[in-house]
């Protein structure tokens, strides 16, 4: 079973601190990429991913079109998608869940429950 989790975030301080999460909670490996065109380049090489946390300001492909790009593909529409996001607009958290994302975290999120649901993903 795969335990890779792909970071997207174009924060490198979120990243690392996304992937120290990620490990903690027993991913076998965590790839990050600094935005969401990165992303969609990444994933056909990276084989089986677990989960995908993704921020959804970036300066390319947002996070919310990441999410839809991904649930629009057959390989990927069974990846559990996190969103975090600094934005705590109700809009965004609904429009997050609508296109298919499983989880939204508001920065700054609570490691613990970070963490917990990471580890339930990559169960």
Known sequence: MARTVLVVDDSAVTRSLLAEVCASAGAQSVESCASGFEAMRA???LGEVALV???VNMPDITGLELVRMLREQERFKA????VVSTDAASADFER?????ANRYFTKPFDV????TAVKAALA
């Open 43 to 45: 994933l056909p090489r």
């Open 53 to 55: 946390i993704t921020d």
């Open 79 to 82: 990846i559990p998608i996190f």
């Open 96 to 100: 997050a869940l609508a296109l298919g």
């Open 112 to 115: 613990a429950a970070l963490t």
